[in-house]
Nanobody, 120 residues
Framework: QVQLVESGGGLVQAGGSLRLSCAAS????????MGWYRQAPGKQRELAAT???????NYSDSVKGRVTISRDNAKNMVYLQMNSLKPEDTAVYYC??????????????WGQGTQVTVSS
């Protein structure tokens, strides 16, 4: 019904930058909050950043000041600009969205993830 596809991950040296993208497609009514979560090997998935449909942002303390989440509602996309990357940022980054379905129900969707590796 709804698909979230991430892109933009890769290998980058410490101090470098990456921009992740997530595109929502399929059949749905509206997208509410979108966000980025990350999961490092052996650790739980954790919040990186979220953004509401109105543009209100929320960041975890671990990334605050180094990343910026944004969205393009017309394109059904959300982005995560990451700067000053650190090795501890290495993780699989997952796109998430709360979507109003065609049946007028709110549902939670996850992308497949994109790998970000930061080398020292």
């Amino acid at each position: 019904q709804v698909q979230l596809v991430e892109s933009g991950g890769g290998l980058v040296q410490a101090g470098g930058s990456l921009r992740l993208s997530c595109a929502a497609s399929g059949s749905f009514s509206r997208i509410n909050t979108m966000g980025w979560y990350r999961q490092a090997p052996g650790k739980q998935r954790e919040l990186a950043a979220t953004i509401t449909s109105g543009g209100t942002t929320n960041y975890s303390d671990s990334v605050k000041g180094r990343v910026t989440i944004s969205r393009d509602n017309a394109k059904n996309m959300v982005y995560l600009q990451m700067n000053s990357l650190k090795p501890e940022d290495t993780a699989v980054y997952y796109c998430h969205a709360v979507i109003l379905t065609l049946m007028s129900s709110w549902a939670s969707y996850w992308g497949q993830g994109t790998q970000v590796t930061v080398s020292s």
